[in-house]
C-alpha cells in the first residue's frame, strides 16, 4: 500500500484542479460504474469543488469540462472509463483520496460529494420507468449516506435515504429499506423537530412498509400520528392531510375496521376534490376505495 500511495500522490499532483477536485469526489462514491452525467448534472458543485482545492493547495483554478477532466484522469490511469457514460475508481486509490484529505476539510468534501449525487437522485421511486437511472445511484447513494451520516449532515442525507428507501420498498426488499426508512425518520425529527411536517411524510412512508410486511399493530401509530402533525402543521383541509387520512382508513379497513374507515376516507375524498384539478388520480382513487369499502360493507359477514 506504501508503494501505491507514493506512486499514485505523484501522478495525483500533476493533475489540474479540476480533474484532481472530480477525482477527490469520487473517494466517496461505490467505485464501480460511476456515472458520468451525474458529474455533468452537478458541474457547479465541482467547481466549488475544485475551488475548495485550490484553497487547501495554494493552486491556482483553472476550470475544464467534466470531460476534459475525465479524459486527464483516464490518461493518467487514474480511473478506467467502462464505456462513453460510466467509469471506474480503484478502490486503494479511494483510500488513499480519502487518507490525504486534511482532517478539518474531510466533512466539507462529504458534502460536496452528497451533492453531486443528490443533484442526479430525481423522479418518482415507484415508477418503473426511473429504476434504470436509480438502480445505476444506488451503490453510491448507499455508500455516501453512510458517510454523510457519520459526519452528522442532515440534509440531503435523511432525504437520499428515504429515497433509497422507497426505492428498495418498491422492489418488495423491505428487510434493506425498513432500517434507511427509521433512520430517514429519525434524522428528520433530531434536525427539524417531531413536529414537523416533514416528519409526517418520513411517518407515512415506514408505516406502510409496516403494512406491507403485515404489522398493522405498529402501522397504526404512527400514521395517526402523522396526521396529528400534518393537520396541525398544514391545516385539516390541506391535501397532504388527506394522504395520512386515505392511508390510516386503508389500515383500518384491512383489519375489518369499517365503520372507522368510511368517515376517514369520505374526509379525504372531500379534501382532494375540493385542491386538485378534476379527474387527478388521487382522488379517483379515493373515489374507487370508498366504492369498495361501502361494497365490502355490504357483503354478509363483513
Known amino acids: 500500500m506504501a508503494d501505491f500511495d507514493a506512486t499514485w500522490q505523484t501522478t495525483f499532483q500533476q493533475l489540474g484542479p479540476t480533474s484532481a477536485a472530480l477525482l477527490r469526489l ?8 460511476i456515472p458520468v452525467e451525474m458529474f455533468e448534472k452537478g458541474a457547479g458543485v465541482i467547481d466549488e469543488a475544485a475551488a475548495l482545492f485550490c484553497e487547501e493547495t495554494g493552486r491556482q483554478p483553472a476550470p475544464c469540462p ?15 472509463l ?51 437511472l436509480w438502480d445505476l445511484l444506488r451503490p453510491h447513494i448507499s455508500r455516501i449516506v453512510v458517510q454523510a451520516d457519520e459526519a452528522g449532515i ?13 426505492l428498495l420498498k418498491a422492489k418488495g426488499l423491505y428487510d434493506d429499506a425498513e432500517p434507511l426508512l427509521r433512520r430517514a425518520l429519525d434524522i428528520n425529527e433530531q434536525a427539524f423537530g417531531t413536529e414537523h411536517h416533514s416528519v409526517a411524510i418520513r411517518l407515512n412512508n415506514l408505516a406502510l412498509l409496516l403494512q406491507a410486511t403485515d404489522r398493522p399493530a405498529e402501522a397504526e401509530p404512527l400514521i395517526r400520528r402523522a396526521l396529528d402533525i400534518a393537520e ?35 374526509r379525504a375524498l372531500e379534501i382532494w376534490e375540493r385542491s386538485l384539478p378534476p379527474g387527478h388520480p388521487w382522488t379517483e382513487g379515493a373515489r374507487e376505495n370508498l366504492k369498495a369499502l361501502l361494497e365490502q360493507k355490504d357483503t354478509p359477514g363483513a
Open 154 to 166: 442532515a440534509e440531503p442525507t435523511g432525504k437520499l435515504m428515504n429515497d433509497l428507501g422507497l
Open 66 to 80: 467534466v470531460r476534459e477532466a475525465l479524459a486527464e484522469l483516464a490518461a493518467s490511469s487514474l480511473i478506467t
Open 232 to 266: 396541525k402543521a398544514l391545516g385539516t383541509e390541506h391535501p397532504k392531510v388527506a394522504i395520512a387520512l386515505n392511508n390510516l382508513a386503508q389500515l383500518l379497513q384491512a383489519t375489518g375496521r369499517l365503520a372507522e374507515a368510511e368517515p376517514l376516507m369520505r
Open 82 to 132: 467502462q464505456d462513453e457514460e460510466r467509469f471506474a475508481v480503484h478502490p486503494m486509490a479511494q483510500e488513499a483520496l480519502r487518507s490525504h484529505i486534511p482532517a478539518d476539510r474531510l466533512r466539507a468534501w462529504i458534502e460536496q460529494a452528497l451533492r453531486i449525487v443528490n443533484a442526479s437522485a430525481a423522479g418518482d421511486t415507484g415508477d418503473l420507468r426511473t429504476w434504470p
Open 26 to 33: 469520487t473517494a466517496f462514491l461505490a467505485p464501480d460504474s
